[in-house]
């Protein structure tokens, strides 16, 4: 990617630094030459879509497509990526629905609205939805190029609200962050949980991320937990145990550990 964001240091400064600047960077990004040519190349190709292999078979599309979904991992892996687009979700023995990974269910699921969805005003706000993703996911990426635990910050303010919003239930919303590697990875580190709890019963992980959340910040209910108010606390709670985690002086210790009392 041609541009780079302006990320001035790690730890809390340098996340405040970064938050303060957002809207202005991001608006830089999404003007620069390649964003807006991949943004007109995905209006252009998107409504004409009509197998699974018109994505798959396009390696710009798909670029843009896979980016929008964080999935750019998944970039040389075309056989997968077809039978997921084009199992759909329909189905529950489809593809997307029986892999723990949410982003898998949210790319099909996305595809099969898009077409649906051609050619109507609603199929039009569907396409920007998923140009807004490209550029945010695009952003993130680039800011985490440089500092890897403000690509999780990011995605964590940006991801927990959109998956509270459409979870049907708390244990729901529960098990999608479970299985979303990026918000596992915050609130792992959050509420001070190896990585080794993955290996447990996926209802003895729920129980235990339940009764942290609820030590820690004094409710288990993730639609709490991404209110406007709150989720910044969550955010900076990550850096600050990256923070921790990452420095063995103790006078950082000491004054990250006054700052976690205070959120």
Known sequence: ?????????????????????????????????????????????????????????????????????????????????????????????????????????????????SSTLAGTDAGAAHLEGIVLKYQELSFERAVGDQNADFRVAMGLERQLPELTSSANSNNAAWFRVMGTKSLRTAFETVLGLPSSFSQLDLDKQLEIFKSKAETRFGTDQLSELAKEDMLPKLSEAYIVQRQISDSGQSGVQSIALQLLRGI
């Open 1 to 113: 990617m041609t541009f780079q964001p302006f990320v001035s240091g790690g730890g809390l400064a340098g996340w405040y630094g970064l938050k303060s600047s957002l809207p202005r960077q991001m608006a830089a990004m999404s003007s620069s030459p390649e964003m807006q040519t991949d943004a007109a190349y995905l209006r252009e190709k998107m409504p004409a879509l009509s197998a699974a292999s018109d994505v798959t078979d396009d390696y710009r599309l798909k670029k843009v497509v896979l980016g929008a979904f964080d999935m750019l991992e998944d970039i040389g892996s075309r056989f997968f990526v077809k039978k997921l687009i084009g199992d759909g979700i329909a189905n529950p023995q489809a593809l997307a629905n029986r892999l723990q990974d949410a982003r898998y269910k949210d790319l099909a699921g996305a595809m099969v609205l």
